[in-house]
C-alpha cells in the first residue's frame, strides 16, 4: 500500500506558473497526475513510471512531470490557462494497462487534492 499527499495549489493569473508536489510513502510504482473541475470527469494530465513520462495533449509542451529520488512527485506547469483550473490528484498503482494510463480506473491509491485556480 502507498499513501499519497499534494500540496503547492494556490491561485494564478493566466501565463503564471505554479509547481505541485506530491509526498509517496513507498517507490516502485507508476504515479500520475490527474485533475477534476467542477461538473467534470476526472482526466488524467501527466504519468511516469521509471523516468519514462507521457503527457496529455491538452498540457503537452506546457506542463512536466518528474519525480525525485526522495520519492517525492511534481507537477511544473507553465503558461496556465483559466482551463486549467482544478483540483489536481495525484495517483498511484503497480501496474496500468496502456489503455488505462490516463483513466481514473487504472489507479487505486489517490492523494486528497489541491486546488489550482487560474484566472484571466
Same mark, same amino acid.
Given at each position: 500500500?502507498?499513501?499519497?499527499?499534494?500540496? +503547492?495549489? +494556490?491561485?494564478?493569473?493566466?501565463?503564471?506558473?505554479?509547481?505541485?508536489?506530491? @509526498?509517496?510513502?513507498?517507490?516502485?510504482?507508476?504515479? @500520475?497526475?490527474?485533475?477534476?473541475?467542477? +461538473?467534470?470527469?476526472?482526466?488524467?494530465?501527466?504519468?511516469?513510471?521509471?523516468?519514462?513520462?507521457?503527457? @496529455?495533449?491538452?498540457?503537452? +509542451?506546457?506542463?512536466?512531470?518528474?519525480?525525485?529520488?526522495?520519492?517525492?512527485?511534481?507537477?511544473?506547469?507553465?503558461?496556465?490557462?483559466?482551463?486549467?483550473?482544478?483540483?489536481?490528484?495525484?495517483? @498511484?498503482?503497480?501496474?496500468?494497462?496502456?489503455?488505462?494510463?490516463?483513466?481514473?480506473?487504472?489507479?487505486?491509491?489517490?492523494?486528497?487534492?489541491?486546488?489550482?485556480?487560474?484566472?484571466?
Amino acid at each position: 500500500q502507498v499513501t499519497l499527499m499534494e500540496s +503547492g495549489g +494556490g491561485s494564478v493569473q493566466a501565463g503564471g506558473s505554479l509547481r505541485l508536489s506530491c @509526498a509517496v510513502s513507498r517507490n516502485g510504482y507508476r504515479l @500520475a497526475w490527474f485533475r477534476q473541475a467542477p +461538473g467534470q470527469e476526472r482526466e488524467g494530465v501527466a504519468t511516469i513510471r521509471d523516468s519514462s513520462t507521457v503527457y @496529455a495533449d491538452s498540457v503537452k +509542451g506546457r506542463f512536466t512531470i518528474s519525480q525525485d529520488n526522495q520519492n517525492t512527485l511534481y507537477l511544473q506547469m507553465n503558461s496556465l490557462k483559466p482551463e486549467d483550473t482544478a483540483m489536481y490528484y495525484c495517483a @498511484a498503482d503497480r501496474s496500468v494497462p496502456t489503455s488505462l494510463l490516463f483513466r481514473p480506473a487504472g489507479y487505486t491509491y489517490w492523494g486528497q487534492g489541491t486546488q489550482v485556480t487560474v484566472s484571466s
